[in-house]
């Protein structure tokens, strides 16, 4: 059909569509097939094929009819806003058709018959086709691309190729100018010194800004999956720079990035030679006896592990323990429970754990990496892949994403016991049912203050999943916020910013549902930080005079922050 007759001709009969639409649908044919012997309802079956039908008659009578794609350009999606979407009358169609595919392959997946974990594995799958798939993703049928490619003769092409070849060398996907950022130059710059260190962490003590601190030091226990800087980035959102000059005294682990030296690091090492080991130097260098801690994602359950091992051999060293985006119940830990069974965790048992050829080897980090972005692949994948590669644009730069891409190892060992006794079986919110370090571990032990923060739109840890900490801390005198965004986002938000808002309860109780306790809970705007600054202070005891050097006569300074392992690539 050329396009000086086009709006000659007359509007397409239903019959025509139709067999338009089917050929165009010819590959949601082949998954409805597919999806069909894992026995989608008949009725609903149907139902999807006729309502398919009768979208894609629609849009090829609109793409018939209209002059231009205006009528057809999609909306309120970011891959297909570019005007030149909508001036392309067969780019505006084949994005509405593949939206129309994308729609209709998703219900289908929701109405497969089986179990809550079969259907949600093949949503997931489908979901990750339906991202692969879309036609932004290749040259010749994103006309952004095309248009671009043309009006640099060919330079953005060329400039896209580049960049393919640099990330192939570099064995990541860059999401960020990585050129821009420098750990200890622009990011993780708080001025502190290192005045431990063992295998597994080095321990910073961070340099006071004012005159007096609170007498009860702070310990910040970050997870050891990713590096520590997520909680001193640059300046103006650095949580630890804020926390300094609200006048505490602040220490933070900086995991070493594992290489094959601690291949056979198990879980009990990271709880003991790891948290167990920062709360004894952080109190000896303080003079404390009881100190405030906190723990990030993976940090917080290693430091509620090991608060536990210390409360049943009747030790209680912290005063307060915040926990930000963690996991102590594993009963439901959102979409990544799709990637955990009984045969998946044997395999990795067999190939990384301590029964392995070897007694334990790697996880490497990319893997780790790819699997997180994975759960947003629109944003983490295929936005850098068009960018990227397509336009020849270099990704602006970011510090949340720079440290997203300096990824680290992990010891296989530990990680096995980690999947099996938490993702796999929830064994460690199960009083006495492991023993770690030599003591059975009972998280209800623990009674000190616990400010438990959850993020609204986290992919990572469900604030549901974070707000049943309220519940099996049944010891502790827990108090729960809510703040919007996401697992990264929603943490570091600085009141400066006046960014997003959070949510807090309008009375102390906590109810057995995250829905009963949403559903009385107060919106404030801005960050959850003052709210927390407020708390913090309430544990942290009476003022003192600022340490004039770090350290002691036991812990000397070893070198400046951020330190050597914060520095080591996987």
């Not at 938490?422 to 006495?432: H, R, W």
């Not at 801005?526 to 770090?550: F, I, R, T, Y």
């Amino acid at each position: 059909m050329k396009t000086t007759t086009r709006a000659a001709q007359k509007p397409a009969t239903t019959e025509t569509a139709t067999e338009a639409a089917q050929a165009f649908g010819a590959t949601v044919g082949e998954m409805v097939k597919s999806m069909s012997s894992l026995s989608v309802p008949i009725p609903v079956l149907s139902q999807l094929q006729s309502d398919y039908v009768q979208s894609a008659t629609e849009l090829w009578n609109k793409w018939v009819e209209a002059p231009n794609g205006a009528k057809l350009a999609p909306q309120g999606d970011k891959r297909f806003a570019d005007p030149s979407w909508a001036e392309n009358p067969m780019a505006a169609f084949t994005a509405q058709m593949y939206l129309l595919n994308a729609r209709t392959l998703a219900q289908l997946a929701d109405n497969v018959q089986g179990d809550s974990k079969t259907r949600q594995r093949l949503r997931f799958a489908v979901q990750q086709w339906i991202a692969a798939s879309s036609p932004s993703n290749y040259l010749a049928l994103n006309p952004e691309a095309m248009s671009r490619a043309l009006k640099t003769k060919g330079e953005s092409i060329a400039q896209g190729m580049q960049q393919l070849w640099g990330d192939v060398q570099q064995g990541h996907l860059s999401q960020t100018d990585e050129k821009v950022f420098e750990v200890g130059r622009n990011v993780a710059v708080t001025p502190g010194d290192v005045v431990f260190e063992n295998d597994l962490f080095q321990l910073i003590e961070y340099k006071p800004t004012t005159k007096t601190v609170y007498e009860r030091p702070l310990l910040m226990v970050p997870p050891c999956i990713n590096k520590y800087y997520i909680l001193d980035l640059q300046p103006e959102n650095s949580l630890i720079r804020h926390a300094v000059a609200q006048g505490h005294r602040v220490f933070v682990m900086s995991w070493r990035n594992p290489d094959e030296s601690l291949s056979k690091k198990t879980w009990d090492d990271y709880v003991a030679e790891g948290p167990l080991t920062a709360i004894k130097v952080v109190q000896e260098i303080s003079g404390a006896k009881t100190i405030n801690t906190l723990g990030f994602c993976v940090g917080g359950t290693l430091l509620g592990t090991a608060l536990a091992v210390l409360a049943a051999r009747g030790q209680k060293p912290a005063q307060s323990v915040t926990l930000l985006t963690t996991f102590l119940d594993f009963s439901d830990t959102g979409v990544l429970d799709l990637f955990v069974d009984e045969a998946m965790v044997q395999v990795r048992e067999l190939t990384l754990g301590p029964d392995s050829p070897g007694g334990g080897t790697l996880l490497k980090g990319q893997e780790l990496a790819s699997t997180f972005s994975a759960l947003r692949p629109n944003d983490l994948v295929w936005n850098y892949v068009v960018g990227n590669y397509l336009k020849g644009e270099t990704p602006p730069p970011f510090d949340l994403l720079y440290w997203n891409s300096d990824s680290t190892n992990l010891p296989g060992p530990m990680y096995c016991w980690y999947l099996r006794n938490t993702y796999l079986e929830n064994n460690l919110a199960k009083p006495g049912k492991v023993t770690t370090c030599g003591t059975p571990v009972d998280l209800t032990k623990i009674d000190a203050p616990v400010y438990v923060y959850g993020s609204k739109e986290d992919h990572i840890v469900p604030w549901d999943g974070a707000y049943r900490n309220t519940q099996v801390l049944k010891g502790a005198k827990c108090r729960f916020v809510l703040g919007a965004s996401g697992h990264i986002a929603g943490v570091i938000n600085p009141p400066e910013k006046k960014k997003r808002s959070y949510w807090v309860g309008s009375s102390a109780a906590l109810p057995p549902t995250e829905a009963a306790w949403l559903e009385k809970a107060k919106e404030h705007p801005g960050s959850w930080w003052p709210d927390w600054d407020a708390w913090l202070k309430g544990h942290a005891g009476k003022q003192v005079a600022a340490p004039k050097s770090p350290g002691n006569r036991t812990y000397k300074p070893i070198e400046p922050a951020p330190g050597r392992y914060v520095k080591q690539k996987a």
